[in-house]
């Protein structure tokens, strides 16, 4: 099985612009899960999707955005980018919804903003 | 709230040596899971071994076992036969209802 990829590898924007991730889940995965990783805060949890619908949410302000579409891959999309936004951005995929079920990683996004 | 603590920012082991990276937890949950990752320099993270909370045997993965102790909230990840191929950043990662909660990562350098 093909695992979870993750769409552009390396993206570089200016402030104020906004960006578009893509994440395509491991075949028959219906939950994504999207998580923020930078040196000074660590790896932190944005949200997850489950058929669509997005089921839980991390403490991050209304600029960060996803969604999830029916073939279970799921787009993040981050709008006014600021210089703090600049993080690997990793999506993970399960079987099912929540934590309690192993999630595979994608290779991550690298996000730079100047 | 719930708390990853890996007191260990850094360990270094030689090959084919033994090794124990430790992580202690908080939380009031009763259904959750553990699990250890590892992040090469290619940042791609990799499951290693994955513990259910209510199960009192410790998990096993070749090389890789833990030592989960429920009552202290303590879940140690030990390395056998270490390999040069093991050195990367470990994240200790209880998984609950709704998300993983990550540590801050221990760096594991292994010697030839």
């Not at chain 2, 009763?30 to 090469?40: A, I, N, R």
Request: hydrophobic fraction near 30%.
């Amino acid at each position: 099985k093909a695992g979870v990829t993750q769409t552009p590898r390396y993206l570089i924007k200016t402030r104020g612009q906004q960006v578009t991730l893509s994440c395509s889940p491991i075949s028959g995965h219906r939950s994504v899960s999207w998580y923020q990783q930078t040196p000074g805060q660590g790896l932190q949890f944005l949200f997850e999707y489950f058929s669509e619908t997005q089921r839980n949410k991390g403490n991050f302000p209304g600029r960060f955005s996803g969604r999830q579409f029916s073939n279970s891959r799921s787009e993040m999309n981050v709008s006014t980018l600021e210089l703090g936004d600049s993080a690997l951005y990793l999506c993970a995929s399960s079987l099912t919804t929540g934590a309690t079920d192993t999630q595979y990683f994608g290779p991550g996004t690298r996000l730079t903003v100047l | 709230a719930q708390t990853v603590t890996q007191s260990q920012p850094e360990m270094s082991v030689q090959e084919a040596e033994t090794v124990t990276l430790s992580c202690t937890y908080d939380t009031s949950e009763s259904d959750y899971y553990l699990f250890w990752y590892k992040q090469p320099p290619s940042r791609q993270m990799i499951l290693v071994i994955r513990q259910e909370a209510y199960k009192q045997q410790n998990a096993t993965e070749n090389r890789f076992s833990v030592n989960f102790q429920k009552a202290a909230k303590s879940f140690s990840l030990k390395i056998s036969d270490s390999q040069l191929g093991d050195a990367a950043m470990y994240f200790c990662a209880p998984g609950y209802t709704d998300k993983l909660i990550f540590g801050t990562g221990t760096r594991l350098q292994v010697f030839p």
